[in-house]
C-alpha cells in the first residue's frame, strides 16, 4: 500500500511537471487554462443588465429615471425620446409653458416653439413640420427622430448612439465636454458601486480555497473592458463610471486606468457681442421717476456715449409695459451723438415676475412691444434691469432673455443686462445665471455697488475696492471680460448709528443715500477732514449728530477714477455709472481720463 502511494504521488509530480514544461512552452494554452479556472475560483459573474437611457454630456454620465417608460415607447415603434433639457449647451435654452401647452426653444440662430400637437413654428413662422413630444411629472421628452428630421434642429448637436446587442439607448451631446480614457489592460465592468467595493476587497485574497462564499456568492459582472477607448465620468477618487464602445454602462475602479484626456467640445454659439465700439462705453442711467429732466439744464459729461433711460416698467404678469419716454429726452441725445438704451424693469415685483417669465404670450407681448418701441423711437439697445427673482425662476429668466435676444438680434438692437456680483442671496444674486447670460446678451452690467446696502445692520462702504475687483475677476472666468460693463456708484451712504432701546450693547443703523454734492455740503457743514482709507480706496469721515454716530465712506472723482482702471485691467467693455445727477462735473473727466 505503501509503494502504491509512492508511486501514485511520483507520477502525479511527473504529470505536473511535464503540465508546466507545456504551459511554458504553449503559451496560448497556459492562458486558456488559466482563464477558466479563474472564471470557476473568481468572485464575481457575467449577468445582464435591464437596457435603460442614458445621456453623455457636461462632463457626465446620467441615467434617466423613466427608462421603462421610455424603453418601452422604443419597443413598440422603435422611436427614442429625449430629455429636452439634455439637449441645452451654451446659448440654447428652452421653457415649458403648461399653461398654453406650449414649448419655445430659443437659441443664437432660432426661435422655435411647439404647440401641444408638435406642430412646429420657426422663427415665429408655421412650418409643415412637427415633433412628438410628452411629458412625464413635467419633465419633457421630444423625438429625437423627428429632432433630426428638422433641418433647422440639427445645430443642437445630439447624437444617438447606435444600439447594440445590450439594448441601451445612449444620446451625446457634441456640444459639451467630454472624459475619456484609454483601457491598456483587460477591466471588468461592474454592474455598481457595491460590487465593485466588493469585488476589489476579494480579489485580491489568497483564502479563495478556503472561503466558500467566493465560489458560490459572486459579484455581477457586465462587461469585460479590453483595449479600447472609453467614456469615463469620476465619481470619486476611487470610482470611475464608463460607457464603452459597445454602449456597456457601469464602473470600474481608477487604478485600472491611464489619465482623463478630454474629448474636445465644439462650441454651437458664437457668444461674442455682434456690436463693436472704438472707444470704452461710457454709460450712465437716467432716473426718471415721475418727469423726465429739462435736458436744458443737463451738463456736458465728457466722454459718455450711452444713456439708459428708466423709461419702462412690467405693469402686469400678461406682459403690458408702462411708459415714461420722452420725445424731448430723445431728441438731445441725438443731438449729442449718444446713444440710447431704454432700461426696462420688473418694478422689482417678485410674483408678477414669476407669473410673467411662466407665461409665453406674456413674454411675447412684452418683447414685440419693447422691439415696437426701439424701432419707433430709434432706440440702439434695451438694457433689461430684472431684480428680486426667485431663485427657482433662474432658468425662466434665462430664456426669456434668450428670446428677447433673438428678436433684438433680428432687428439690430443692442441688449444688455444688469446683474449683481455672482453669489450673494437667492432672489437678488443667485437668481442670474452669470455664465449663460453672458454668453446670451451683447453686454452684462454688472451692479458692483451696494456692498452695504440700504438696510444692512452694520455700516460699510457702497463699493470698496477689492471688494469690486474680487468680483469682477470672478466674473471673467466665466465671461468674456469685453462683454462686461462695471459698474460705478456716484452716491454714498450716510450711516445713522444709535443705542439699541430694546436690547443690549447692540447699536441699530440705518442709511439714507445722498449724491456728491450733498455728502460734501456735508463735510462742509461739520469742518470735517476725512481720511484715506488705502484698503478700501476710499476716503472715510465721521462725526456726532444729536444722538447719532455718522459714518460716511466717500465717493468722488479720485475714488471712481481709482476703479475705473479696473477697466483696463481686466480688458473690460467699458463703465455704467448710476446715475446721472449726483455726480459733480469733474466726475466725467476723471473717468475718461482713465479710460482713454
Known amino acids: 500500500m505503501k509503494k502504491t502511494f509512492i508511486r501514485l504521488f511520483f507520477l502525479v509530480l511527473a504529470l505536473v511537471f511535464m503540465t508546466a514544461v507545456i504551459l511554458s512552452i504553449n503559451v ?28 453623455i454630456g457636461g462632463n457626465g454620465i446620467y441615467e434617466d429615471p423613466n427608462s421603462m417608460t421610455l424603453m418601452d415607447h422604443y419597443a413598440q415603434a422603435e422611436r427614442t425620446f429625449i430629455r429636452l433639457s439634455w439637449i441645452l449647451s451654451e446659448g440654447i435654452t428652452y421653457h415649458m409653458d403648461f399653461g398654453n401647452e406650449q414649448i419655445n426653444i430659443a437659441t443664437d440662430k432660432h426661435f422655435i416653439s411647439l404647440d401641444s400637437n408638435g406642430k412646429l413654428s420657426l422663427e415665429d413662422q408655421e412650418t409643415e413640420d412637427s415633433i412628438e413630444w410628452f411629458t412625464i411629472d413635467d419633465v419633457v421628452y421630444i423625438s429625437y427622430e423627428d429632432l433630426k428630421g428638422s433641418e433647422e434642429l440639427e445645430s443642437f448637436g445630439i447624437e444617438l448612439r447606435e444600439v447594440t446587442e445590450n439594448g441601451n439607448i445612449i444620446f451625446e451631446n457634441y ?41 458560490f456568492f459572486k459579484e455581477p459582472i457586465i462587461h469585460e473592458l479590453k483595449k479600447e477607448t472609453v467614456i469615463v465620468e469620476p465619481i470619486n477618487e476611487n470610482i ?5 464602445d459597445d454602449n456597456y454602462v457601469g464602473y470600474i475602479a481608477t487604478n485600472e486606468s491611464q489619465e482623463f484626456e478630454l474629448l474636445a467640445s465644439m462650441s454651437s454659439v ?10 470704452p462705453i461710457i454709460l450712465t442711467w437716467e432716473a426718471v421717476y415721475s418727469f423726465n429732466p429739462n435736458t436744458e439744464n443737463i451738463l456736458p459729461m465728457k466722454g459718455v456715449n450711452v444713456l439708459s433711460p428708466t423709461w419702462y416698467e412690467l405693469s402686469d404678469s400678461s406682459g ?27 418694478a422689482f415685483d417678485i ?69 449683481t456680483i455672482m453669489g450673494g442671496s437667492d432672489n437678488w444674486s443667485k437668481c442670474y445665471d452669470h455664465a449663460k447670460l453672458g454668453k446670451i446678451v451683447d453686454f452684462l452690467i454688472v451692479m458692483t455697488y451696494d456692498e452695504y446696502w440700504a438696510s444692512s445692520p452694520v455700516s460699510g462702504p457702497v463699493a470698496s475696492y477689492d471688494w469690486v475687483y474680487k468680483h469682477t475677476l470672478l466674473l471673467t472666468e466665466v465671461v468674456k471680460p469685453e462683454k462686461l460693463i462695471l459698474g460705478l456708484p456716484t452716491y454714498t451712504r450716510v450711516w445713522r448709528e444709535r443705542p439699541s432701546t430694546l436690547l443690549a450693547n447692540v447699536m441699530v443703523t440705518k442709511s439714507s443715500a445722498i449724491g456728491m454734492e450733498a455728502q460734501n455740503n456735508l463735510i462742509e457743514k461739520y469742518e470735517l477732514k476725512p481720511i484715506w482709507d488705502d484698503v478700501d480706496k476710499l476716503y472715510y469721515a465721521s462725526f456726532f449728530e444729536e444722538d447719532a454716530l455718522v459714518k460716511m465712506w466717500i ?19 467699458g463703465v455704467g455709472v448710476w446715475r446721472r445727477g449726483f455726480e459733480t462735473q469733474d466726475v466725467w473727466d476723471a473717468i475718461y481720463d482713465v479710460l482713454h
Open 28 to 55: 496560448e494554452m497556459n492562458i486558456k487554462i488559466r482563464r477558466k479556472a479563474n472564471e470557476f475560483l473568481r468572485p464575481y459573474e457575467i449577468v445582464n443588465v435591464q437596457p435603460k437611457v442614458y445621456f
Open 555 to 573: 465717493e468722488n472723482a479720485e475714488t471712481l477714477a481709482i476703479r475705473s482702471d479696473i477697466v483696463n485691467q481686466l480688458d473690460l467693455a
Open 240 to 244: 470611475l463610471k464608463v460607457v464603452s
Open 175 to 215: 456640444w459639451q465636454e467630454r472624459k475619456m480614457i484609454n483601457i491598456t489592460n483587460e477591466v471588468f465592468l461592474m454592474a455598481d458601486e457595491e460590487s465593485l467595493a466588493s469585488y476589489n476587497e476579494n480579489r485580491y485574497a489568497l483564502n479563495f480555497l478556503f472561503d466558500l462564499k467566493n465560489i
Open 270 to 279: 458664437d457668444s461674442g457681442s455682434l456690436f463693436t465700439y472704438e472707444d
Open 351 to 419: 410674483n408678477m415676475t414669476h407669473e410673467f417669465l411662466h407665461d409665453a404670450k406674456a413674454r411675447k407681448h412684452f418683447i414685440d412691444f419693447m422691439i415696437s418701441e426701439s424701432k419707433r423711437y430709434g432706440f440702439e439697445g434695451i438694457n433689461i434691469d430684472f431684480e428680486n427673482v426667485y431663485l427657482a425662476d433662474k432658468d425662466a429668466l434665462t430664456h426669456f432673455v434668450n428670446e428677447f435676444k433673438w428678436h433684438a438680434k433680428k432687428h439690430g438692437i443692442v441688449l444688455s443686462m444688469d446683474v
Open 320 to 346: 403690458n409695459v408702462s411708459s415714461k419716454v420722452s420725445t424731448d429726452y430723445i431728441g438731445w441725445a441725438n443731438s449729442q451723438n449718444i446713444e440710447l438704451w431704454v432700461l426696462v424693469s420688473n
